[in-house]
């Protein structure tokens, strides 16, 4: 039983390990993606200012009908 359970041990520690180094992998290719396209993204974040304006007003709007 106890090879069992370190069996078990071995298996869950690979298996986050994995999950570790698929998130730093993703995490650095997102950072390259900012980085490369930041004019793109800045062109829509600007685009949705006005649109989050607009839902911020609507939802000021609701609570204060409550």
């Known amino acids: 039983m106890a090879e069992q359970d370190n069996e078990k041990q071995q298996g869950a520690v690979l298996k986050t390990s994995i999950k570790?180094?698929?998130g730093i992998v993703l995490v650095i290719l997102g950072l390259a993606a900012v980085i490369g396209w930041w004019s793109?993204?800045?062109?829509v974040v600007k685009g949705?200012?006005?649109l989050f304006l607009i839902m911020a007003?609507?939802?000021t709007i609701a609570i204060a009908k409550e």
């Open 48 to 50: 949705c200012v006005g």
């Open 20 to 22: 570790l180094i698929i």
């Open 57 to 59: 007003g609507a939802i």
């Open 40 to 43: 793109s993204l800045w062109v």
